[in-house]
């Protein structure tokens, strides 16, 4: 059997997931590590054996039940550890590994250097994940403009993206479009990692605009090649996205990179904008994208700057936003 042939046979069955074990030959081939196995090796729980009447079935030379054709099962699942494998219950290589060494049959030989093989790649994935994921603990050293609630101190890059996710899943039914929230969340989540390397850029700071490009496309190839190549191409496509502005996950994403530290900025008397000498007409410019994205967000984005301009907050007049759309 292939592997497809063997989930078919599996799913012939009918039995729940979480009370059986695929083991050996079986677990190697859901791992993609062979190609065919001729038997289908299952273990389950007592209970399930009781319920689908296990012991009344006939046995093999080995006292394995076969309940079906081609089947062999057994009834001590709780001796076996497992590996989640395409949704099924799967035995570990680790175990797979110690059975086949112990039997050290000239058949296992190829299973034998397969496994060793799988679990040293295992381990240099597991490490790579683990630099990537320490390197950017980084992102809480790079700090914004923006100040955080309360007139608290400035708000890390972290913070940013943690509060941009948990919005983009409250706000959902806000985007202009429907949107895949979790491919959402995660943008808002990888977007200023790059400032890792580049800083971050303020919003309103032209000079520093300019460079931005170019610091950050730096940044992405050196933190993102951390990660195995697989995650990699996933993580850089999806800052690509978000960058490229396309699609309506990114034009969510964005509005949500402008709202966050507009709210914030708004709760403090809109003291960011009037640190800096940010005119009406530069937050607007920026702002009105939120609109792309959502247009009841700009809509609350145009009231509170409107009422900032009042206070005295913003400077100049609001610009005409006949052509914002």
Not at 277 to 291: F, H, I, L, N, P
Request: include cysteine; charge should be negative.
């Amino acid at each position: 059997m292939n592997k497809r042939e063997f989930t078919e046979a599996l799913e012939k069955m009918n039995l729940p997931r979480k009370e059986f074990i695929i083991l050996s030959g079986g677990s190697l081939l859901m791992r993609g590590l062979r190609e065919q196995t001729e038997d289908l090796d299952i273990t389950v729980s007592k209970e399930l054996a009781q319920r689908i009447d296990l012991y009344h079935c006939p046995q093999d030379d080995h006292g394995l039940y076969m309940p079906f054709e081609n089947v062999q099962m057994m009834d001590d699942m709780d001796k076996f550890r497992f590996d989640m494998v395409d949704g099924y219950r799967c035995e570990s290589l680790e175990d797979i590994l110690r059975q086949k060494k112990e039997w050290n049959r000239e058949k296992d030989q190829r299973d034998i250097e397969v496994i060793e093989k799988a679990l040293r790649d295992r381990e240099e994935r597991l490490h790579k994940q683990m630099a990537f994921s320490l390197e950017i603990d980084k992102e809480k050293n790079i700090f914004r403009q923006t100040h955080l609630s309360g007139h608290g101190r400035n708000e890390n890059d972290a913070e940013h993206a943690w509060h941009m996710a948990i919005m983009a899943y409250l706000l959902r039914e806000y985007a202009n479009e429907p949107v895949d929230i979790t491919k959402v969340m995660l943008m808002c989540l990888i977007h200023d990692i790059v400032e890792i390397d580049a800083g971050d850029t303020y919003a309103y700071d032209e000079e520093m605009l300019k460079t931005q490009k170019e610091r950050e496309e730096k940044a992405k190839e050196r933190i993102f090649s951390l990660l195995p190549e697989d995650q990699k191409e996933e993580l850089t496509a999806l800052f690509d996205e978000f960058e490229d502005y396309q699609t309506a996950e990114a034009k969510f994403a964005h509005s949500l990179d402008n709202f966050q530290p507009l709210i914030l900025n708004n709760s403090n008397g809109g003291s960011d904008w009037e640190e800096h000498d940010v005119s009406a007409e530069t937050v607007y410019g920026r702002q009105v994208k939120t609109r792309l994205g959502s247009e009841v967000l700009y809509e609350t984005t145009d009231r509170i700057l409107k009422d900032n301009i009042r206070k005295g907050s913003l400077r100049e007049q609001i610009p005409d936003q006949r052509s914002t759309k």
